[in-house]
């Protein structure tokens, strides 16, 4: 089954946790059944769309260290 999702009002931010030198994602709260994720470096490209269970296990996975230390 295929949806598709209008992301062209949603409303993105980024990590209180991200620096100034825009390496980082972006996400967009307020989609219905959805958590969008972006680049931030490139905010007209593709978008990754999880739910919010998978987003949720993905946070948690990073707060344990399960996908290691970032270089």
């Known amino acids: 089954m295929t949806h598709t999702f209008d992301l062209s009002a949603a ?3 980024k990590s209180t946790y991200s620096g100034g030198d825009n ?4 996400v967009a ?4 059944g959805v958590l969008p994720v ?3 470096k ?7 769309l999880f739910t919010a269970e998978a987003w ?3 946070v948690a996975g990073v707060r ?3 996908f290691g230390a970032g270089e």
Not at 42 to 48: A, K, N
């Open 64 to 66: 344990v260290g399960e």
């Open 56 to 58: 949720a296990a993905f």
């Open 23 to 26: 390496e980082c994602i972006e």
């Open 29 to 32: 709260d307020g989609v219905a």
């Open 42 to 48: 490139d905010p007209l490209g593709p978008s990754l």
């Open 38 to 40: 972006r680049d931030s």
């Open 11 to 13: 409303s993105w931010r």
